[in-house]
């Protein structure tokens, strides 16, 4: 059971308004008491923040905002002594234009660190290509001083590093394995797809009103990720027996067991299917309602992808995706009782389970009055293209409600006190109006509260008789012909076990026939389990209620 922690916000110990190591350390007994094995944390290099860290000007520094080097060493420490492993963040697609490196570069554009780097003549006074980075506007930035740009996919703050260069690879190798010679567990790896690129660098057909093309066109085309993959593979994480969590968009057809295979360059990678369908064609003004059917359809077509493949991660939010609580749930379930629904049908798919900090007591969205309240780079990016293709300013703020990175960025709400608990000062994104009713400490009183549910749900998971099922067994979907019904069954090959996960999204009570007598109810979102077993026992069926979720044992 993984847990994500977005340090910056998530404990604040010193008063500045900034989560920090400390802060972390402070809680490990209460991810401990959750179930968490595996931590992963968002980057804590030394970082300008342009893009809140995934900017990172020293690999071998600790941001001074979230404390020092002693303080990582003690927080690895304490969470060995409670049998949890560390995993860091590792940002090597790109690095901070305020990195060494970079800055060599610039100095000298002519010199060795320009080919850290792709710095590119331009055509005609334009620049190489026609490339739109991810947070808008060209991907090429002029190299001052010279006919050249320099490539970021990212904000222009963000130089890509140019991978084919050996030098370069060797200096990144050096320091993942200096992390790893702390005892750090592995690493999750960002948008590490887009480290190939098509050094000819051909433009594309634009596909926007500002008359450029995505960069991922590029991904999509280019061939031979896969042995950079390999070679970093090779010189690092093999090494040490890492553990590796991938982000990976854009990856080609039949390529999965090539990259969570049983030799497959990571351990697992990100299951964004779902995430994606809410992908607007044109950003997120052009995001669009999605069916029940849909979403669980497309959630099942990629657990039976994987199967006889490898594990993928699964996740129901992150700090780039809004919470799910207020994406996935319909309206009339967006509720307790509609949380720990989700929660179940998610954490007992096959795979690992990710949970993002927040989502275990059910943290929402947060609605914002004006742009200037938003913080993140790319809401404000979407919220501009919004406004130029004519939304008007409520409409592009409802945009960014939906979708913004920042819904997920919100502090951590750990009780009803000033600032959620979180801090004693002004925090450094403000916080979600709703920790008075949503926050850890009154959960935690609380046996019915959607804590203390993941608490069982996770405990459920991992407890010795039924490891191996939720672990290994296959998944297999169920009553996909009942309307609003999220059900697939578990199946052991090892030991025979089958176990039912089922759910009902929708407003009406449904019946579920059973196939065979002597279904024991293990577990109930909504307190049931006994009255659950006594309908299995009379009638070999159970109804849930609107929102009702249960997991039997077959
Ligand atoms: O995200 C990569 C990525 O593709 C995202 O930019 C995604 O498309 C976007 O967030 C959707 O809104 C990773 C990190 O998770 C993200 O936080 C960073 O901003 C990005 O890389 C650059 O490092
Ligand atoms: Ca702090």
């Known amino acids: 059971m993984a847990y994500q922690i977005y340090p910056k916000s998530f404990m604040d110990t010193n008063g500045d308004g900034i989560g920090d190591l400390r802060g972390i350390i402070s809680k490990l007994d209460y991810l401990k008491e959750l179930g968490i094995d595996i931590i992963w944390l968002s980057p804590i290099y030394q970082s300008p923040f342009v893009d809140q860290g995934y900017d990172i000007s020293d690999y071998y520094k600790i941001a001074e905002e979230f404390g020092t080097m002693e303080e990582f060493d003690e927080l690895l420490e304490e969470a060995k002594k409670r049998n949890m492993y560390l995993v860091m963040d590792l940002v090597v697609n790109h690095c901070s234009d305020q990195h060494e490196w970079f800055q060599k570069a610039l100095a000298d554009p002519e010199g060795e660190y320009a080919d850290y780097f792709y710095f590119v003549k331009g055509k005609n006074g334009n620049p190489p290509s026609n490339y739109r980075s991810y947070f808008g506007g060209s991907a090429w930035e002029p190299v001052p001083g010279t006919d050249k740009y320099y490539l970021h996919m990212f904000a222009k703050e963000q130089p890509d590093l140019n991978w084919e260069n050996p030098k370069l690879r060797r200096e990144i190798y050096k320091m993942i394995n200096w992390w790893l010679d702390k005892g750090l567990a592995g690493f999750r790896i960002d948008a590490i ?6 050094p000819a660098f051909p433009s594309f057909e634009p596909d926007g009103p500002d008359g450029l093309a995505s960069c991922v066109k590029m991904v999509e085309e280019v061939q031979g990720v896969g042995a950079l993959l390999e070679d970093m593979k090779r010189e690092t994480f093999e090494r040490y027996d890492a553990f ?15 990259f969570i295979g049983e030799d497959g360059h990571f351990s697992t990678m990100f299951d964004f299917s779902a995430h994606e369908l809410f992908q607007g064609q044109n950003g997120w003004y052009g995001c669009r309602p999605i069916e029940f059917r849909e979403w669980r359809d497309t959630i099942f077509a990629s657990q039976e992808e994987a199967q006889g493949i490898g594990f993928k991660a699964n996740i129901i939010e992150n700090h780039d995706e809004p919470r799910g609580a207020s994406r996935f749930l319909p309206e009339h379930a967006r509720n307790e009782k509609g949380k720990k629904a989700l929660a179940a049908t998610s954490v007992l798919l096959r795979g690992i389970p990710f949970i993002y900090q927040g989502q275990e007591i059910g943290m929402t969205n947060c609605r914002r009055e004006d742009i200037s309240e938003y913080d993140d780079i790319s809401t404000k990016d979407q919220y501009r293209e919004a406004l130029n293709a004519g939304c008007t300013k409520e409409e592009a703020l409802q945009c960014c409600y939906e979708n913004s990175r920042d819904n997920a960025r919100t502090p951590m709400q750990w009780s009803a006190d000033a600032n959620a608990g979180f801090s004693d000062s002004a925090p450094w994104l403000a916080v979600n109006p709703n920790y008075t009713e949503i926050n850890v400490e009154e959960q935690q009183k609380r046996p019915d509260s959607v804590l203390s549910f993941y608490k069982k749900l996770i405990a459920l998971r991992k407890s010795p008789v039924y490891r191996e099922t939720f672990t290994y067994g296959r998944f297999v979907p169920a009553y996909e012909e009942a309307d609003d019904i999220f059900a697939y069954r578990r199946v052991s090959e090892e030991n025979g076990q089958e176990i039912l996960v089922a759910a009902n999204y929708g407003t009406k009570p449904r019946t579920l026939k059973l196939d065979r007598e002597g279904a024991r109810a293990l577990l109930s979102n ?14 070999r069926a159970v109804t849930l209620d609107s929102c009702e979720a249960a997991v039997l044992l077959l």
């Open 244 to 258: 590796t969590v991938a982000e990976v968009f854009n990856m080609k057809d039949d390529e999965l067991r090539e």
């Open 193 to 198: 797809i887009n480290i190939k690129k098509d």
């Open 526 to 539: 909504d307190g049931k389990e006994k009255s659950l077993q006594i309908q299995i026992e009379r009638e």
